[in-house]
């Protein structure tokens, strides 16, 4: 699977498909630039329907499902977007006549709605959303497929969240030398995490801590980025400078950056001479890499530079969205620092502040463990 930008990717892919003598067609899509990616997972039981978690993806659409980081509840997507996702998914889980778990992948592209596909099953994210909103959805689907009735748990019409979690992608990278790190629309993840905070930045930062990708707080950020990304960078690389970062970057990115007004020190890319961009990765002059491209020859060019990041252990950011999101988690560290408490504590807090009736959902799935 590729995403073709431009009709000489499609022609190459065409004919490399073609090289494998395969007797299978090869199946073309549009594909929505610029969009953001949203998972929905939901409770139905043919008649009710309960929205379990609106996920908002941090990468944009185009990364695998299962690569992209997600935080519960969203945190960019407006009300009125919030609402049809809701519709959509309950007029969907009533036409499927679904019991039990639902997920639905939507893409939301210049304030309209896709529907992506819809999957009347469980999702990986069931034990995220679990986790996040404290109700066994598991238990819950087992006992509507057995002839419970949703209105028996005395559940919300959408699950509420009392603090941010992100899920995000745990990569075998160290594990297959000379495979590339570049996320695209195949999974390449083997593993999950999950980080929560009071804000979303923290909750992103404790995430990446769990998956071994420690977001640093300080140090040189070197910033490579294609031409699709380059009117978005200026606020990226403004902010890290903000929070104290020296930039380093290629000559068009430092272009693009010394323009909208930043310092910043120019470095070759590996094919343009040394020392190179790879060589201050490998003698510890980098603490963090942002690095975009674009279009399989970017791909092949580029290669180098996240391999020696992997094996150099430098946080190695491959998409502009999930760049604004690691400003955040800087931000947050800086502010409040990494605090740890469990799930337990978490939802305790909660209830006691709530003070939870003898009818709540909580209470309920526990009285019949």
Partial sequence: MVIAFDEAMLTDYVRRAEELQRAFPILVDRFLENATEVDVDALADGEDVV???????????????????????????????????????????????????????????????????????????VPYVSKATGVPLAKVAARLMVGRKLREFGLAEELPVQHYFVKSPVFPFQKFPGVDTILGPEMKSTGEVMGTGDTFGLAFAKAQLAAHHRIPTSGRAFLSVNDHDKAGVGAIARDLATQGFKLVATRGTAQVLRAAGLKVEKVYKVNEGRPNVVDLIKSGKLDLIINTPLGRASRFDEKAIRRAAVQGGVTCITTLSAAAAAVNGIRAQKEKGIQVASLQELHQKVALRDQPSANSPSVSLRAEN
């Fill in 51 to 125: 929205v379990a978690g609106i996920m908002e993806h941090i990468e944009e659409a185009g990364i695998h499902s299962g690569d992209s980081s997600c935080v519960l509840p969203a945190v960019q997507i407006p009300e009125a977007q919030r609402q049809t996702l809701r519709e959509f998914t309950v007029k969907l889980a009533r036409e499927l006549n679904v019991v039990g778990l639902m997920n639905v992948q939507y893409a939301i592209q210049n304030g309209k709605v896709y529907v992506l596909e819809v999957n009347p099953r469980a999702s990986r994210t």
